[in-house]
Structures are given as C-alpha cells and as structure tokens.
C-alpha cells in the first residue's frame, strides 16, 4: 500500500472508533450525533422520549455511513486504483463497496419501519406501550416520562454511551442505539458484580464500579444491566422504591474511606514480607486490640539514608486495618487524589513512611 493510502487508512480509522465511541474530546470539540443534528433532534428536557427515538435513529444511520464514507475517501487517498469507477476497480474494492451501501440501505429501511405510525414501532415505543393502560397509548406513558424527566431531584450518572437515569416511576438506561425503560415497581434489582479499580482514569483515585442486573416482572420488557460508582450507590438506593438485593460475593464500599482501605491493603499484599525472629510473639493489635499485629514498617522505597521516608524500629504492633485507617486519618480530605503518595508519621515512633513501607508479617 502506497503512504496516502495507509495514512489515511490510519487516520479513518482512529476517526471512526472515535465518532462511535466519543471520547472526552470529541464531546467537547462537538463531533457527536446529538452535536451536529441538534436542530433537528430538538432538547432532551423538554421531549426526552421524542428527542431519543430521534437519536437513536439518526445515530444508526450516520454510523452505518463510515464503510461508504472511507470508500469515498479512498477514492482520493488511492486515486490510482480508479476506485471510483466501478468498471475498473478491484474486485475486493467492489464487494466493499456493495457492503458499504447495503449497511446504510438496511439502516435507513429499519428506521423507516420504525417512524411509521408516528415512531410507534420503534423499541423504546413499544416498550412503553406496555405500561399504557388500555385506554391510552404510548403517547401518554412518553409524556409521564417527559415530565419526571424534567425534574431536578431525579439520579442521573453515567457517560453518555451509558447513561443511568432514575426518576420517581422509571429506571433508564440510555446506551448509543437503545433506551432500556423498566417502571420501579415492577423491577428486581440485584449487584451481580463489583470491580475494584486502584485508580481512576479521571480523578486519579481509587474507584468500585458495581453492575446490577434490572430485570422487569411485566412480560415484553427486556432485562438491562447498569454500571454506577459505589460511591453513588447511597444516593440510588434512596431513589429506588425497590430493595436492591447482593450477590453472596460481592462487597460494596459506599465510602471514600472503604475505597481506600481496599487499595491500601491491595498495595501492601505486593510489598516484601518481614519475617517475624522466631523469639518474637505477635501480640494484639493496640488499635482494635481485636486481631494479631500483621504489619511492620520496613523502609523499602529508597535506600536508607535517601529520600523523606525513614526507619522505623518499632515492632510488629498494628494490623493491616488500623494501620490504613491511621494513615487515611493523616490525609487531606479536601485532597484525595495526594492519599496513596503521601508520607506519615508512624503512630508510635513519628518516623515517616510511605505505602511502599508497610510490609505484611509473616
């Protein structure tokens, strides 16, 4: 392949997984579906049902153009293989080309069939047809939406490819091609999973992602999962009319604290072991006087007379929970993304170590 034709391969390429896929920049360059079509798309707040079978539409069709618009670009990235006539271009060009206009085709049929009767087979609106009541239509279960969603008290969270929005009646998730809608009182809600993350890529902290599974008792509806920050779980519970049940495995922290004792205890499992004389018995923890000390500061960072940190020579006195909390104790609360960098003061002797300096017993 010549240089034009793969630097623009390259560069269609990293464009296209971006349109689909929208990272930060893009949202705030304004290269979205929901950017370049807002006239004709019209405002989420004030007619959410129909600003998003709008969307989902349009966003199927303008994705299924990216094989046609990189023919088209190829055209001129490779003119010498006469791409743009089909007479003399390559057969593999051919088939992609065929495949490139047949997605579109496919795409703009599916939408049609989805506008007909004023949008009322389109996903979202029959699955709101199934909470109407026999006397209304879908129409009327939209402008319920609509309203609640107008309001200011309802829990929203989530990237725009996975929007999580909880109003008084309604548990949505908003994805790129679909809206999954499930009224309150009629779902089961279970944490199926939980991942723990040292940290995140947009604080720099450590974060719990849970998934709870919303499955509908109204036949029809299909069943969705959604993603939140554990730290958000609080304020979804408090929105929720409905109990959300565990699973066995799974430890919800609702806390920066909790997040952090995780991650403490996660960081020191990879740090050197001390090995314990075998004269020396381990007493209680003087923090919990619960447990058995289980950790020693060993200064492991750095050589020994360099850096901030210093020697401590106390010994195997706290366990591993007390000596987190005492460390989180000793950060910034204003100050989260400093906690897993920072030095402090033994809570015996005052020498100054870091996480790297807290070695399991064994």
């Known amino acids: 392949m010549d240089s034009p034709e793969v630097t623009f391969t390259l560069a269609y390429l990293v464009f296209a997984v971006c349109f689909v896929f929208t990272p930060t920049e893009f949202h705030s360059a304004g290269l979205t579906v929901q950017n370049l079509l807002s006239g004709w798309l019209g405002s989420e707040d004030a007619a959410f049902v129909s600003y998003h079978l709008r969307r989902t539409s349009a966003t199927l069709l303008c994705h299924s153009l990216l094989p046609l618009g990189y023919y088209v670009g190829m055209c001129f990235a490779a003119s010498e293989k ?36 004023q949008w009322a087979c389109h996903p979202l609106a029959r699955t709101l047809a199934l909470y109407a009541l ?45 809206v999954h809608v499930a009224q309150q009182q009629d ?16 604080s720099n902290l450590p974060v719990q992602l849970l998934t709870i599974h919303v499955a509908s008792a109204s036949p029809g509806v299909q069943a969705f999962d959604i993603r939140l920050n554990s730290t958000e779980y609080g304020e979804l519970r408090e929105k929720l009319r409905a109990p959300i049940r565990s699973a066995a495995n799974v430890v919800i922290h609702q806390s920066l604290g909790d997040l952090f004792l995780e991650t403490f205890a996660s960081l020191v499992e990879v740090n050197p072991a001390y090995s314990v004389p075998s004269s020396q018995e381990l007493e209680a923890c003087i923090g919990c006087m619960q447990t058995r000390a289980s950790v020693k500061l060993v200064k492991t960072c750095q050589e020994t007379a360099e850096g901030e940190c210093q020697q401590c020579y106390c010994r195997p006195m706290w366990c591993l929970t007390c000596m987190g909390k005492w460390f989180a104790s000793r950060q910034d609360p204003q100050r989260p993304d400093t906690w897993l960098a920072s030095r402090v003061p033994c809570p015996t002797c005052r020498a100054r170590f870091c996480i790297l300096d807290v070695c399991a017993v064994r």
């Open 187 to 202: 779902v089961h809600l279970t944490v199926t999973e939980s991942q723990q993350h040292e940290l995140s890529p947009d």
């Open 134 to 178: 026999p006397q209304s239509g879908w129409r009327a279960v939209a402008s319920s939406v609509n309203t609640e969603f107008r309001r200011i008290d309802k829990f929203a969270t989530g990237a725009p490819g996975a929007r999580v929005i909880v109003t008084d009646t309604w548990v949505m998730k908003v994805t790129t091609y679909r």
């Open 82 to 117: 006469q791409l743009y006539s089909l007479g003399q271009a390559p057969e593999a060009w051919r088939l992609f080309l065929l495949l490139a206009v047949t997605l579109p085709t496919i795409a703009s049929t599916l939408i049609y069939y989805w506008s007909c009767d």
